[in-house]
Structure formats: structure tokens, C-alpha cells
């Protein structure tokens, strides 16, 4: 399969412990997004990064998360001290940005099911 | 108020109907339209994309966009119990990357 992968695809902590997710992309992809999904909502925007250089970051990521892509590749989503309300779907994408073209497909992953106790 | 309005439905229909999913937006500057098909416990996979104001077709599926009225729709032909699944518009602008998403809506296909 050569898809979006997403690694561990469930988990269930306690509240104030970290937690750190890892998302694959599609190997030739050099863009890699983080959205958090909410049960009846549609994703939200959290990061992204053009191969290992983080260019935005929205106000939903707050100070306890932080995202990595170090060579480029994959990338780890780490949230320290877990709140309840970070229960949710984290979903990775990436897509290839071509120089001059107008517009780049996302392709999701599975998404990470995170629950907080 | 959100940029991005959906109707989170749930909407059921009859195997073989014609479904039609709407969204409306309030940012102008969102230029590219996308139509998002997430089965339960998924990620959600592309359906359609579209740039310009006018209808797109491909299969079943045709996407239309009215950016003077705001207005996005999806319409299903002959609507299989396949088709069952949450359908997310998306949206973004040239230079703006990230995806904004409508709610969803949660469709059923009674066969």
C-alpha cells in the first residue's frame, strides 16, 4: 500500500500523560498537513510542513503540542500533558507541490483515534 | 460564524435517488473547491475538486460551484448503499494551503 500511513491508529491515555503520533506519507510528497478531527465536525487545520520546514501553525495548536519532520519524511505529532478535550481524530495528509501548478491534491491517512481520560 | 456552513443532515434517501449536498462559504478569497467522501473510522478520500464557477462531471458524481452566490453542491445519480458515508466540502485559496472544511453531512442510502 502506498498511501498515507498513520501509526498507532487508536489510543487511550490519561489525562496529563504525553502522547506522540507518527504519520507516513506518500514517498514522493513534499508537503505534509496535521488536522484535528472532532466527533460530527469536519477537520480542522493544525500544521504543515514544506519538506522539513514547519511554515504555519494555526492557534489550535497550543503550547503542549508539537510536530516534527525532521529529513523531510515522516512526521510525529507529540501532545504533552493530555487534556479531555484533546479527544479527538488526528488525521495526517500530503500532497506533491509542483512549481506552477495551481493547485495540489491532499491525500488523507486513516487518522489517529486519540481518547483522554 | 463559520467560513464554511454545512448542513451535518443526517440524510437518508431511497437506493437509486438523486442526492444533493450543499455548502456556503463567506471568505471570496476561496478559490478552489473540493468534495470529501470519510466512511466511519476513516480518513477521508477525494471525490471531486473544482476551480472555476460552473458544473464538473465525473461519473455519478457531479460537482457544481456558484462563487457569486457563495454556493457549492454535490449531486449522487442513481445513489448506491455504497454511497453511504459522511461527504465534507473543503475549500482553500492560491497561496493558502490548508483545507477548510464544511461540518458534513452524514448520508444513508436505504436500499
Known amino acids: 500500500d502506498t498511501g498515507v500511513s498513520q501509526d498507532p491508529r487508536h489510543k487511550i491515555t490519561k489525562r496529563g500523560q504525553n502522547v506522540t503520533f507518527r504519520c507516513d506519507p506518500i514517498?514522493?510528497?513534499?508537503?505534509l498537513y496535521w488536522y484535528r478531527q472532532t466527533l460530527g465536525q469536519g477537520p480542522e487545520f493544525l500544521t504543515y510542513f514544506q519538506n522539513e520546514a514547519q511554515l504555519e501553525k494555526s492557534r489550535l495548536l497550543s503550547d503542549r503540542f508539537s510536530a516534527e519532520r525532521p529529513k523531510g519524511s515522516f512526521s510525529t505529532l507529540e501532545i504533552q500533558r493530555t487534556e479531555q478535550g484533546d479527544s479527538a481524530m488526528y488525521l495526517c495528509?500530503?500532497?506533491?507541490?509542483?512549481?506552477?501548478?495551481?493547485?495540489?491534491?491532499?491525500?488523507f491517512g486513516p487518522g489517529t483515534r486519540l481518547l483522554v481520560l | 460564524q463559520k467560513e464554511v456552513e454545512q448542513d451535518p443532515g443526517p440524510l437518508s434517501v431511497p437506493e437509486g435517488a438523486i442526492v444533493s449536498l450543499n455548502c456556503t462559504y463567506s471568505n471570496s478569497a476561496f478559490q478552489y473547491f473540493m468534495w470529501y467522501r470519510q466512511y466511519s473510522r476513516k480518513g477521508p478520500e477525494l471525490l471531486m475538486y473544482t476551480y472555476s464557477s460552473g458544473n464538473k462531471e465525473d461519473g455519478r458524481f457531479t460537482a457544481q460551484v456558484d462563487k457569486s452566490s457563495k454556493y457549492i453542491s454535490l449531486f449522487i445519480r442513481d445513489s448506491q448503499p455504497s454511497d453511504s458515508a459522511t461527504y465534507l466540502c473543503a475549500m482553500n485559496y492560491f497561496g493558502n494551503e490548508k483545507l477548510t472544511f464544511g461540518t458534513g453531512t452524514r448520508l444513508t442510502i436505504i436500499p
Open positions: 495528509a500530503s500532497s506533491l507541490d509542483k512549481r506552477g501548478s495551481l493547485q495540489e491534491t491532499q491525500y
Open positions: 514517498s514522493e510528497h513534499n508537503r
